[in-house]
């Protein structure tokens, strides 16, 4: 049962924007902490940015001033607005709660930034 899909990914230049939408089951948004996280060739999957359901949000520090994340109750929708990219933000981002729930983890989506 796919409970989280994830999309807005794509091929930007460095310096570019990209925006990032989750959609999640009014359950699983209504009740929990949501996060971003994403996972780079030959690294480990990292948590970039998490929202709480009052709105409180932390970011990893490469993500400050230049990720926003948000949330939109009406459409059960996390989003993740992404500005002055750069190469090292290549990744494969996946939303999830926080703490994750491994049966959760879906297919994400491909963010590229070319230099």
């Known amino acids: 049962q796919v409970q989280l899909v994830e999309s807005g990914g794509g091929l930007v230049q460095a310096g570019g924007s990209l925006r990032l939408s989750c959609a999640a089951s009014?359950?699983?948004?209504?009740?929990?902490?949501m996060g971003w996280y994403r996972q780079a060739p030959g690294k480990q999957r990292e948590l970039v940015a998490s929202?709480?359901?009052?709105?409180?949000?932390r970011y990893v520090d490469s993500a400050k001033g230049r990720f926003t994340i948000s949330r939109d109750s009406v459409k059960n929708t996390v989003y993740l607005q992404m500005t002055s990219l750069k190469p090292e933000d290549t990744a494969v981002y996946y939303c999830?709660?926080?703490?994750?729930?491994?049966?959760?983890w879906g297919q994400g989506t491909q963010v590229t930034v070319s230099s």
């Open positions: 999830n709660k926080y703490p994750t729930d491994t049966d959760y």
């Open positions: 009014r359950i699983i948004f209504s009740r929990n902490t």
């Open positions: 929202i709480t359901t009052d709105g409180y949000t």
